[in-house]
């Protein structure tokens, strides 16, 4: 399965408040909370899921690490093992403070 990229409008907001998050269809909604799995045990929002570390997703070459990983079936699969879909639509949230930038990767990688 290869994920269709989403296009996103001129002028379409990336971020949404928690209003607007309360009132979107649940079954229609995938929330991805990409800070630690510690941080995710100690509390989350309600429905949210953890998909691992921005690691697994990505392979080091030449000892540079964090590239995305190339296959786009074996990314689909991992996403699509967590319902992530293209007929979904995906909230992402993280931990302003990381360095990584971890929901901003996961953001590309979706």
Known sequence: MVFIQPSISVGQGLTIDPENLKSMPSGKLII??????FKYILGHIPNAI?????????HKIKGVRGLLIKNPNLI??????????????????????DPWRTDGRFFLDV
Request: charged residues 20%; glycine residues 8%.
């Open 76 to 97: 689909a699969n991992k996403f699509n093992s967590y319902g992530i879909h293209p007929s979904k639509t995906i909230v992402i949230y993280g931990e302003p403070h």
């Open 32 to 37: 991805i909370d990409t800070r630690s799995k």
């Open 50 to 58: 953890h998909i691992g570390k921005w690691q697994d997703f990505t």
